[in-house]
């Protein structure tokens, strides 16, 4: 058994994996994605089927946001981390995201506030914590309407600390 601070770095170690998942796709830095994935992760998203492999889940999100012009904000909180042993672990992050998106197709904007759950599995690879399993649970979704929505942070909007509530 480890001790306590070496149990207590590896934890540090993944919050810091999962922070840089949110940061990675809120920036929409596909390279970065990708690296917090092990080769032959496991994925679902709400609403598909489970994906094998990095370039599975990279390949979905990066579709997703070429589609649509999207904008997302993702939080994970509470984070329950459990080492199982010295190279693999398991976490449940309670979730909260903010998705809003311009449909390319038809000009159509939509947008949600999810809250949620990451049912996670970590793997070392090389010395380094990733995500091998990845399941994203809905407890709820807020849609929202288009009418009450700032205007779109992409198409020549002020930046939305300047925007003065109406």
């Excluded at 690296?35 to 990066?62: N, Q």
């Excluded at 970590?122 to 009418?147: C, F, G, H, N």
């Amino acid at each position: 058994m480890q001790d306590v601070a070496t149990r207590l770095w590896e934890i540090e170690r993944i919050k810091q994996l999962k922070a840089r998942y949110f940061r990675a796709v809120d920036s929409e830095d596909w390279e970065l994605f990708r690296s917090v994935f092990t080769d032959d992760v496991r994925t679902r998203l709400p609403g598909t089927d489970w994906m094998r492999g990095a370039e599975a889940i990279v390949g979905r999100v990066v579709e997703h946001h070429t589609r649509a012009e999207v904008v997302t904000v993702h939080h994970g909180h509470m984070p329950e981390i459990e080492l199982v042993d010295g190279t693999h672990a398991r976490g449940v992050w309670s979730m909260f995201d903010f998705v809003d998106r311009i449909w390319r197709h038809d000009g159509r904007r939509d947008a949600f506030q999810g809250y949620g759950h990451y049912l996670e599995e970590y793997r070392q690879v090389s010395d380094e914590w990733k995500i091998a399993q990845m399941e994203l649970t809905r407890l709820r979704v807020d849609w929202l309407r288009p009418e009450h929505l700032h205007d779109f942070p992409h198409r020549g909007a002020p930046p939305i600390d300047a925007q003065q509530p109406s």
